[in-house]
């Protein structure tokens, strides 16, 4: 069974600034599934990244992911303040079918 | 422009049944597999149930099969997931969504929230 494992739990940054947020897999998956989202408070979650690094669209060119193997990141390179949210990673595979992260919480320092 | 709108939630005792519907609208209904997740507030994501885009498929999470069953109307471009005997830890909001050969889950409708107590 793939375990999705993201870190930090709480990341507290100030807008400008550059996030950068990991989901490590137990073991080695296909980055051709590895995507991320976005879920903003009261909100449903918004894909944000697919094949580990292709924006989804309309996501703006701050956002980035990159990784293969186990490791992932998801960058942001100059926060803006709508992108304090939570993030999370997800995977495509055999077991579980679907695996999500726990989640990284991205909040305003 | 793309919508899917999820009904049927609300509060229900352990052991009863609920039917969730996803109306889909937008989207070329019969392309896409068609999922149900959910997220007990507060919580993460838990993937629940997809079924393919022809409807001959289905597959779900551990903590449901035997209990829960999703089907889809192409017709009424309406997706369903029929859940039985439900538990306390099935509390959550559950959400619509679809996917296409990549896999991902591309849009969310605003989900229903399920509460199961006595």
């Known amino acids: 069974e793939i375990v999705l494992t993201q870190s930090p739990g709480t990341l507290s940054l100030s807008p400008g600034e550059r996030a950068t947020l990991s989901c490590r897999a137990s073991?080695?998956?296909?980055?051709?599934?590895l995507v991320w989202y976005q879920q903003k408070p009261g909100q449903a979650p918004r894909l944000l990244i697919y094949g580990a690094s292709s924006r989804a669209t309309g996501i703006p060119d701050r956002f980035s992911g990159s990784g293969s193997g186990t490791d992932f990141t998801l960058t942001i390179s100059r926060l803006e303040p709508e992108d304090f949210a939570l993030y999370y990673c997800q995977h495509y595979g055999s077991s579980p079918l679907y695996a999500f992260g726990q989640g990284t919480k991205l909040d305003i320092k | 422009e793309v919508q899917v709108v999820e009904s049927g939630g609300g509060l229900v005792q352990p052991g009863g049944s609920l039917r969730l519907s996803c109306a889909a609208s937008?989207?070329?209904?019969?392309?896409?597999?068609m999922h149900w997740v959910r997220q007990v507030p507060e919580k993460g994501l838990v993937w629940v149930a997809r079924i393919n885009s022809d409807g001959s498929s289905s597959g779900y999470a551990d903590s449901v099969k035997g209990r829960f069953t999703i089907s889809r109307d192409i017709a009424q471009n309406t997706l369903y997931l029929q859940m039985n005997s439900l538990r306390d830890e099935d509390t959550a909001v559950y959400y619509c969504t679809y996917s296409s050969a990549r896999q991902y889950f591309h849009y969310w409708g605003q989900g229903t929230l399920v509460t199961v107590s006595s």
């Open positions: 937008g989207l070329s209904f019969t392309t896409y597999w």
């Open positions: 073991q080695t998956i296909s980055s051709t599934y």
